[in-house]
């Protein structure tokens, strides 16, 4: 299983932004899926996630309201549309995905493949 981020740069503030991650390989066996971000001198931490079947969701309740997960199944890609940018979202975006049904875990240790990331920068 291989994943693929793309989307990011340089945006300004207060603009919005999707990333997409796309899955190659055995994407049959994905279930889980998560976006990571880690910004400079910060540890890695969880965004949001969802479910294979869409039915579960799960956002960083500090990050509720500008970040929406969504996953087409059909193209294996799960995406991560962010608005209103500030500088504070500076980060690179990671995207994970798991074999097993966690219930979209927040721990990087929930999953077991990881795309080499994106870098989103944010200016003012």
């Not at 299983?1 to 503030?13: D, E, I, K, W, Y």
């Not at 969701?57 to 209103?84: C, P, Q, W």
């Not at 975006?93 to 999953?111: E, I, K, P, Q």
């Amino acid at each position: 299983v291989q994943l693929q981020a793309s989307g990011g740069g340089t945006v300004q503030a207060g603009d919005s932004l999707r990333l997409s991650c796309e899955v190659s390989g055995l994407t049959g066996s994905i279930f889980d899926m998560a976006w990571f971000r880690r910004a400079p001198r910060d540890e890695r931490e969880f965004v949001a996630g969802m479910s294979r079947s869409g039915h579960l969701r799960n956002t960083n309740e500090f990050l509720k309201g500008r970040f929406t997960v969504s996953r087409d199944n059909a193209k294996n890609t799960m995406y991560l549309h962010i608005s209103t940018l500030y500088r504070e979202d500076t980060a690179v975006y990671y995207c994970a995905a798991s074999r097993f049904n966690l219930r979209v875990g927040t721990a990087m240790a929930d999953y077991e493949y990881w795309g080499q990331g994106t870098l989103v920068t944010v200016s003012s």
